[in-house]
Nanobody
Framework: VQLQASGGGLVQAGGSLRLSCATS????????MGWFRQAPGKEREFVAV????????SYSDSVKGRFTISRDNAKNILYLLMNSLKPEDTAAYYC????????????????WGQGTLVTVSS
């Protein structure tokens, strides 16, 4: 499975961005899909996950209420809508796929895309 993240950029605090992750080479609808992020000098951290069906989601406390994860299984695309962005959201964002149900640990993901950089200015 190949994953291609896009949609990052520079945005002012309080603004919004929507990240996309296009997938190919596998059956997208069979995998739980997640977003992780990694800021300079920090470890990769969980952001959000959505089940294969799209009916279940989970978010980190730091983004809950501001970010929304969704998926379009017909188009094989994963999304992350980010609202009310803060400077501390600045990071490279990675999409990932897992054969497990609703994992939040990076080690439980088998497929990773390259990062897309999000920079939030104050």
């Amino acid at each position: 499975v190949q994953l291609q993240a896009s949609g990052g950029g520079l945005v002012q605090a309080g603004g919004s961005l929507r990240l996309s992750c296009a997938t190919s080479g596998g059956t997208f609808g069979r995998y739980a899909m997640g977003w992780f992020r990694q800021a300079p000098g920090k470890e990769r951290e969980f952001v959000a996950v959505i089940s294969w069906s799209g009916y279940s989601t989970s978010y980190s406390d730091s983004v809950k209420g501001r970010f929304t994860i969704s998926r379009d299984n017909a188009k094989n695309i994963l999304y992350l809508l980010m609202n009310s962005l803060k400077p501390e959201d600045t990071a490279a964002y990675y999409c990932a796929g897992s054969r497990l149900g609703l994992p939040t640990a990076a080690a439980d993901y088998q497929y990773w895309g390259q990062g897309t950089l999000v920079t939030v200015s104050s």
